[in-house]
């Protein structure tokens, strides 16, 4: 564990003289803490530093998932407490990096044309059959609101 934190503390160092935050002197992205060097600097300041962003990302991604089934932005929640992690875990890290990589692939399959008129073609014919069962389901009982139906 001591070495794994010395080289955190190492490759955090070469980040806070890169070019830009997160990012080492060759452009690449570079893992690790992103805590204060003066918390870095003590082992347990640094640990309950990591418990502390642990504690706080756990409970913006509980959130989130309660907000899934609930209206409300759960992914854009969960996403948020994953962001929080990843100021201090390498793992959290990995895992945005991965989705971010994902969604860009994603939107760009989204903005070919070819896709795109695949995708308008299938809306359009399931908005035709939503509309068709609509019409035969008014046609066949009527246009009656809900609270007015007798039993």
């Known amino acids: 564990m001591?070495?794994?934190?010395?080289e955190r503390r190492d490759v955090?160092?070469?980040a806070a003289s890169g070019?830009?935050?997160?990012?080492?002197?060759?452009g690449e992205p570079v893992f690790g803490s992103r805590a204060p060097h003066f918390i870095q600097r003590s082992r347990a300041l640094h640990l309950s530093w990591q418990v502390g962003v642990f504690l706080v990302g756990l409970a913006v991604v509980v959130?989130?998932?309660?907000m899934l089934p609930l209206p409300?932005?759960?992914w854009l929640v969960i996403f948020a407490g994953m962001a929080i992690w990843a100021t201090e875990f390498v793992w959290a890290q990995l895992v945005?990096?991965?989705t971010k990589r994902k969604v860009t692939e994603a939107a760009q399959r989204a903005l070919d044309p070819r896709v795109r008129k695949r995708n308008i073609i299938l809306t359009t014919i399931a908005v035709v059959i939503c509309a068709a069962a609509m019409?035969?389901?008014?046609w066949k009982f009527g246009f009656v609101m809900p609270w007015k139906i007798k039993e």
């Open 96 to 98: 945005l990096r991965w």
């Open 135 to 138: 019409a035969v389901y008014v």
């Open 2 to 6: 001591n070495a794994e934190s010395d």
């Open 12 to 14: 955090a160092g070469s």
């Open 72 to 74: 409300g932005p759960g």
């Open 63 to 66: 959130i989130g998932i309660i």
């Open 19 to 26: 070019p830009a935050a997160g990012e080492g002197a060759s």
